[in-house]
């Protein structure tokens, strides 16, 4: 089983910055990726961005340049630093592991005002 808890969600206007982060229950050793999806009122859930064991990174092209995705091993948080926000970033925001299972965190609110 892995827990996962996301913080750094809010309210900004378009244009700011926000900082997601996700602890995990356990070592990230055993997980194979992070991840971060988001939902919005009245669409599907999409993927955000990734971060595999190695290091390696992927983005959605709706985030790239915007975003980044990171992660501290020693703390088992990943991150997600979202600069140039816009509106149609509003959405929940759900932090993921991939280990043998997959696992979702309760989701963090994020709403950008135009």
């Known amino acids: 089983q892995v827990q996962l808890v996301e913080s750094g969600g809010g309210l900004v206007q378009a244009g700011g910055s926000l900082r997601l982060s996700c602890a995990a229950s356990?070592?990230?050793?055993?997980?194979?990726?992070m991840g971060w999806h988001r939902q919005a009122p009245g669409k599907q859930r999409e993927l955000v961005a990734t971060?595999?064991?190695?290091?390696?990174?992927n983005y959605a092209d709706s985030v790239k340049g915007r975003f980044t995705i990171s992660r501290d091993n020693a703390k088992n948080t990943v991150y997600l630093q979202m600069n140039s926000l816009k509106p149609e970033d509003t959405a929940v925001y759900y932090c993921t592991a991939q280990a043998r299972s997959a696992y979702w965190g309760q989701g963090t609110q994020v709403t950008v005002s135009s």
């Open positions: 971060i595999t064991n190695s290091g390696s990174t």
């Open positions: 356990r070592s990230f050793f055993s997980i194979n990726a």
